[in-house]
């Protein structure tokens, strides 16, 4: 049986079924999906299969081949894990008659390495679901394609690398505004041995607008990320982006926001027309822990910070700091106290009329808590910084297939060893093709959508 006909024997058999059970009123829509999908990878492997065997034997045919390449090995099984479940295939071995150089020629041609054993689309699929959910569950999601454990799914990630912060491509020209917002925080990730590390994240946007009641979002927003402690890379990735998502000459003020970490404000140094803005969730979180043991005097310091008084609200810490007895206490009332005068102009310019405010304990937690730091894990650095490039790549729209078949695609033009010449292709093709010639339903006189399309296919 040649392979239209199983394909077409699978499709037409599974239609029959499921149509039988549908009448019978035994099988809801979502089964007859299921099932349907199912037999569809099936023709799908065997499609592919008969593809790489013709592509096998139209190198065993070529000219070329035959001048530079011997054969070492005849029918070789090889496997290969596909979107539509595995492919069982054989190959041919072969060896360069000067060089010695071994390879199979086939594979060589359509991009398989030598020792591969997962298709691009799997990869790449492993690595979207992995992007969302664990380890294990991208692998149980992905079984029919013959991925069975965590490891594998662990295995593409490491393979993969550390995606550049500016891997996602731009997809507007350069924008034209006045003031731009920056805004950045950080995340406290488990590691295996222990300890906390911590994972950067900075974002870029124009503003933001409503959606809903009590809901914005962010215009323009682009995510970055750093795990390796490496600030002045990170913000030369954000310099980087401005200068080519933007005319730099329309933008008159940057703000940028943040606790007041060192690594926040080195931004100043890199981002021209910068300011630093003081995150207004954490001067809450330092007056609240202030004034904890004196409700009473939270109202009137907010007061005083918010409206400018500094000797007042210096004036108020020594109030407290006197009437504080515990030693520790007292020492969490300083350092509230010098955090607040150190940052002092950066609170001040909370009231600026064009500064929005800043989100980044809200977006720390969409982008990268929620996979890295919110559930019962430990990570290594290397799948910590890893895991943060792939969350901040996904949500700048990046394409993960897309971006591994272009660095892919160079390798492979670059190492192509053998080319067909016409004349094998010609042949292979007319072979193929005249398969469809016997096929019952194509040469029916009735016409029907099957018998439209494969006239079409063989070029009636």
């Known amino acids: 049986m040649n392979i239209i006909q199983e394909v077409q024997k ?134 029919y394609c013959g991925i069975n454990s965590k490891t594998t799914v662990m295995n593409e990630i490491r ?56 809901r914005n979002k962010l215009l323009n927003v682009r995510y970055f990320t750093d795990a390796q402690q490496n600030s002045e890379e990170l913000w030369l990735d954000v310099a980087n982006y401005l200068d080519d998502a933007y005319n730099i000459e329309t933008i008159k003020k940057v703000y ?70 515990d030693q520790p206490k007292r020492d969490t009332v300083r350092d509230a106290k010098r955090y607040i005068l150190n940052n002092w102009e950066a609170i001040q310019r909370q009231k600026d009329p064009d500064y929005i405010g800043c989100s980044a304990e809200g977006h720390v937690s969409h982008v990268l808590s929620a996979r890295l730091s919110s559930r019962p894990k430990g990570w290594s650095q290397e799948g910590m910084e890893q895991m943060a490039r792939l969350r901040v790549f996904d949500f700048n729209g990046g394409d993960i297939y897309e971006y591994m078949r272009t660095e892919k695609e160079k390798e492979i033009k670059d190492n192509r060893i053998i080319k067909l010449d016409a004349r094998i292709i010609k042949k292979q093709k007319t072979t193929s093709f005249e398969t469809l010639d016997n096929l019952t339903i194509v040469n029916m006189g009735k016409k029907n959508p099957t018998s439209k399309w494969l006239k079409n296919v063989r070029g009636l």
């Open 159 to 214: 393979r993969l690398g550390a995606v550049p912060n500016g891997a996602a491509k731009i997809k507007k020209p350069k924008q034209e505004v006045p003031i731009l917002y920056i805004e950045a925080d950080e995340d406290h990730v488990p590691l295996q041995i222990g300890k906390r590390d911590i994972s950067k994240i900075i974002y870029v946007h124009e503003g933001r607008k409503a959606v809903s009641k009590g």
């Open 256 to 325: 940028i926001s943040g606790d007041g970490a060192s690594w926040i404000k080195e931004g100043l140094n890199w981002i021209e027309n910068s300011v630093f803005v003081l995150d207004k969730f954490h001067l809450a979180k330092y007056i609240r822990t202030a004034t904890a043991h004196m409700d009473y005097t939270r109202a009137p310091l907010w007061h005083y910070i918010t409206q400018g008084m500094k000797q007042a609200t210096i004036d108020l810490f020594d109030v407290i700091i006197a009437g504080t007895e």
């Open 10 to 143: 699978i499709i037409i058999k599974a239609y029959q079924s499921n149509l039988e059970k549908a009448l019978a009123g035994e099988v809801s829509l979502s089964e007859l999906t299921r099932n349907m999908e199912t037999e569809l990878r099936r023709a799908g492997t065997l499609m592919v299969r008969e593809t790489l065997e013709t592509l096998d034997r139209a190198v065993k045919e070529s000219k070329t081949r035959k001048k530079h390449w011997h054969v070492e090995r005849k029918d070789e099984e090889n496997t290969i894990a596909t979107t539509m479940g595995p492919v069982n295939y054989q190959r041919t071995y072969y060896v360069n008659k000067k060089t010695g150089e071994y390879a199979y020629l086939s594979d060589e041609l359509v991009g398989i390495e030598k020792h591969q054993r997962k298709d691009m689309n799997v990869c790449a699929m492993l690595l979207e679901k992995a992007t969302n959910s664990s380890y294990q569950q991208a692998a149980e999601e992905s079984s």
